[in-house]
C-alpha cells in the first residue's frame, strides 16, 4: 500500500462558473485557475501522483499549456487514476476536506462523491469528502478563496491485502 497527500487552493474570481469535484454550484461565484479550478479535484490528483512518485499536477497538466485552458478537471483525474492503474496500483481509499466559508457543501456532498466515484471507477464507499469552514480566519474565512486536502491509499494490483 502508498499513501499519498494532496493540497490545492484557489481565490474566487467574479464572472466564472463554480466547479467542485465534478459538481456545478450555479448562482456561486468561481474560482480563478487555467482550468475549471477545481480545487478538490486538483488536491485529489495529487494525493493520488504523490502516493504513485509520480509527479504533480503542474507537472503532467502545465498551466502554461493551452490544451488545459478551462479544462474540465475530472477529465484530468480520469487520466490520472488510468496512469496509476498502468502503474500498478488500484485507489484504495479518498479522504478529502474542502474549507470554504461558502457555498454549504453538505447538501451536495453526495453528489460530489457518486460523480467522483464515477470518475474514477471506484465504489462510492471508497471516496470520502468533508466540508468545512475556517471559522472567518484568515483568508479563506475572509471568503477570498477556497481551499482542498485529500489523502489516499493505492493497492498494488495483484498484491493481496
Ligand atoms: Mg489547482
Same mark, same amino acid.
Given at each position: ?74 477529465? %484530468? ?8 492503474? &498502468?502503474? *500498478?496500483? #488500484?485507489? =484504495?481509499?479518498?479522504?478529502?476536506? $474542502? ?29 470520502? %469528502? ?8 484568515? &483568508?479563506? *474565512?475572509? #471568503?477570498? =478563496?477556497?481551499?482542498?486536502?485529500? $489523502? ?10
Amino acid at each position: 500500500m502508498r499513501i499519498g497527500f494532496g493540497y490545492d487552493s484557489h481565490r474566487f474570481e467574479e464572472g466564472r462558473r463554480l466547479v467542485l469535484g465534478g459538481v456545478e454550484f450555479p448562482g456561486e461565484t468561481g474560482l480563478k485557475g487555467h482550468s475549471d479550478a477545481d480545487a478538490l479535484v486538483h488536491a485529489i490528483i495529487d494525493a493520488l501522483l504523490g502516493a504513485a512518485a509520480l509527479g504533480d499536477i503542474g507537472s503532467h497538466f502545465p498551466d502554461t499549456d493551452p490544451r488545459w485552458k478551462d479544462a474540465d478537471s475530472t477529465a %484530468l483525474l480520469a487520466a490520472v487514476v488510468k496512469e496509476i492503474r &498502468a502503474a *500498478g496500483y #488500484g485507489v =484504495g481509499n479518498i479522504d478529502a476536506t $474542502v474549507v470554504c466559508e461558502r457555498p454549504k457543501l453538505r447538501p451536495v456532498i453526495d453528489l460530489m462523491r457518486e460523480r467522483l466515484a464515477s470518475v474514477m471507477n471506484v465504489g462510492k464507499g471508497r471516496i470520502s %469528502l468533508k466540508g468545512k469552514t475556517n471559522e472567518q480566519m484568515d &483568508a479563506v *474565512g475572509a #471568503g477570498l =478563496g477556497i481551499v482542498a486536502h485529500a $489523502v489516499c491509499l493505492l493497492e498494488e494490483l495483484g498484491a493481496k491485502s
